[in-house]
């Protein structure tokens, strides 16, 4: 473990995993065998992080969440109060499917609210944003907006996490915080300024 890392004396830590400079581990949560956490990330109260799980650096996981075998998130993501992750398609408690984990990758910015539920097998695309309570069962681009039962893009969302719309004539978008210039462009979200 690096310097400046807080681990609240009910959770566990299995060894060996790394954990990153800065990182916070808060009551009753679990980090197992295997697993790399990067720095400057908070873990909430009752997280588990699985075997073999890769987190990136300055990412943020909310209150009871599970992050399990086959997910890799990337730097500076948000994972809102009890969102579920899953890594099986069809599983089944007779059935030993462990062989069968399917990978999800959370892209570095992208944030999932709370109660969200991530199919295993898709990739949430970066600074795309992932509505409370939605059901992602396919991939999400590049700053899209899901929501819904299943989730459907609705809208694009900019890298600081507000709604873009009213397109100039340009079909240009400015984020109204960072002022980051966007253009849809053939069903994709363009950062003009990146």
Aim: hydrophobic share 40%.
């Amino acid at each position: 473990m690096h310097e400046g890392v807080f681990i609240h004396e009910s959770s566990y830590v299995d060894e060996p995993c790394e954990i990153g400079e800065g990182t916070k581990i808060w009551h009753f949560s679990h980090v197992q065998s295997g697993a790399k956490i990067g720095k400057s990330c908070v873990l909430g109260q009752n997280v588990n992080v699985a075997n073999d799980v890769v987190i990136g650096s300055g990412v943020k996981i909310q209150n009871n969440v599970s992050v399990y075998k086959g997910t890799i998130v990337e730097d500076d993501v948000f994972l809102g109060p009890s969102c579920v992750l899953t890594n099986v398609s069809n599983p089944r408690s007779e059935i030993n499917r462990k062989a069968q984990f399917e990978r999800t990758l959370i892209r570095r910015g992208a944030s999932v609210g709370a109660n969200a539920t991530i199919v295993c097998g898709v990739t949430i695309g970066r600074y795309a944003f992932v509505a409370a309570g939605a059901v992602v069962a396919r991939d999400v681009p590049d700053f899209g907006l899901v929501m819904g039962v299943p989730a459907r893009r609705v809208g694009w969302m900019s890298r600081h996490g507000h709604r873009l719309e009213n397109p100039d004539a340009n079909g240009v978008m400015i984020c109204p915080e960072g002022k980051l210039r966007y253009r849809e462009e053939g069903g994709v979200l363009i950062c003009l300024d990146e």
